[in-house]
């Protein structure tokens, strides 16, 4: 791949290659050890309807709001991953049409054959509604949700050294038989200033964001949820922040170089909401909410029955809600077009709202 390229890749080239490669790739291999529960199942990581089929049921809360206010019968999810969040989901929704309302049929973007596989055997109880794509359609009617969806998305990095700025991206050193960083001059910038003169590392977001702009482009009535690790911008660029927020995962243990053990380990990067929400309004969309994970779901009544709960499940759902664990590094945007945006808010920005701090 180096030797197309002159010997230098961005680092999102770098990253899509390391992540999506349709055989080397850490996602589209479809490892086991991907999606898990905790440290002692050999995951790599835990996502949240993994940890409690109680985020599914909370979330379905909102999918069904949306549907009922926006009239459409759709959801499409990116990255449905185990399929996890698919069952609680449909599950929910199922409960919610229980009056004999037309079913919903649940649609997955998956580029992973192996994961698509997985999923169908998870989701056998709904054969027949649901329905796997390799691309979003050209027009939507529905909810759209993105779970730990945005951070997966190759960043490029930025690198100010000496009051220069640089994109850094990789090259392989052929004497010592691995990737190394290089650096090289560049016209592009953070979306803000970063005060001081001090070296400084970060990322900017120009495929996520594109990915949100197609979205906006597509979604005729609807609504679109997503949920993931991130800031607004004038905290993703903190001049404190000097490192960035590039990190890879595997086992359960992070650390912070990319470069080694490439397809074997997740790469993520914080989001930036600020430019998402940016992002989405240059295509019509209208900003419905943003707030923390923990106050999305308290809205939308995770507690609802919990203390009735089993102590394990209530241990695993509060993990979803409680600052020093999801509830405060996660965060939730909601997003619509014009048209599905009048006359409703969604259950989860009903209280504690921060679009103001976007």
Same mark, same amino acid.
């Given at each position: 791949?180096?030797?197309? %390229? ?24 479809? =490892? ?7 440290? +002692?199942?050999?995951?790599? &990581? #835990?996502?949240?309807?993994?940890? +409690?089929?109680?985020?599914? @049921? ?20 990116? $990255?449905?991953? %185990? $399929? ?8 929910? !929704?199922?409960?919610? *049409? ?21 999923? @169908?055997?998870?989701? /056998? ?19 759209? !949700?993105?779970?730990? #969806?945005?951070? /997966?998305?190759?960043?490029? !990095?930025?690198?100010?050294? *000496? ?16 990737? #190394? ?28 964001? =594109? ?13 679109? &949820? ?24 595997? =086992?359960?243990?992070?650390? =912070?170089?990319?470069?080694? *053990?490439?397809? +074997? ?23 419905? $909410?943003?707030? +923390? ?13 919990? *203390? ?18 999801? $509830?405060?590094? &996660? ?9 599905? %945006? ?17």
């Amino acid at each position: 791949m180096l030797g197309e %390229s002159g010997g230098w890749l961005s680092f999102d080239r770098f990253m899509a290659i390391a992540l999506y490669h349709p055989q080397a790739g850490y996602y589209a291999s479809g =490892a086991d050890g991907i999606f898990g529960y905790g440290p +002692s199942d050999g995951s790599d &990581f #835990v996502t949240a309807p993994v940890l +409690s089929a109680r985020f599914g @049921a909370t979330m379905a809360r909102v999918v069904a709001q949306a549907l009922r206010e926006t009239g459409t019968r759709a959801v499409w999810e990116f $990255g449905a991953g %185990s $399929g996890a969040l698919a069952a609680q989901l449909l599950t929910g !929704l199922d409960l919610a *049409d229980s009056g004999g309302a037309q079913p919903v049929q649940y649609h997955i973007i998956e580029l992973s054959a192996t994961l698509r596989e997985r999923q @169908a055997e998870r989701l /056998a109880r709904w054969s027949g509604r649901v329905h796997w794509h390799d691309r979003l359609a050209e027009g939507i009617d529905g909810v759209v !949700l993105g779970n730990e #969806v945005l951070d /997966a998305m190759p960043v490029k !990095l930025l690198q100010r050294i *000496d009051g220069v700025w640089h994109e850094r991206g990789v090259a392989w050193d052929e004497a010592a038989g691995r990737f #190394v960083w290089q650096d090289r001059a560049t016209e592009l910038r953070p979306p803000c200033a970063i005060d001081g003169m001090h070296d400084y590392l970060t990322e900017i977001h120009p495929q996520a964001e =594109a990915f949100v702009r197609t979205v906006g482009e597509r979604l005729r009535r609807g609504a679109a &949820f997503f949920i993931d690790y991130g800031f607004p911008e004038h905290e993703y660029y903190h001049p404190q922040r000097a490192m960035g927020t590039l990190m890879c995962h595997r =086992a359960h243990r992070a650390d =912070a170089d990319p470069l080694s *053990d490439v397809g +074997s380990k997740d790469i993520t990067a914080h989001v930036n909401f600020t430019g998402i929400a940016l992002a989405a309004q240059q295509v019509g969309l209208e900003v419905l $909410g943003y707030t +923390s994970q923990g106050r999305f779901l308290l809205n939308a009544g995770l507690l609802d029955g919990l *203390d009735e709960a089993p102590l394990p499940e209530r241990a695993a759902a509060l993990k979803l809600v409680h600052e020093h664990e999801m $509830g405060e590094l &996660f965060k939730v945007i909601g997003l619509a077009p014009r048209a599905s %945006s009048r006359g409703w808010v969604p259950m989860g920005f009903a209280h504690g709202d921060r679009t103001h701090a976007l």
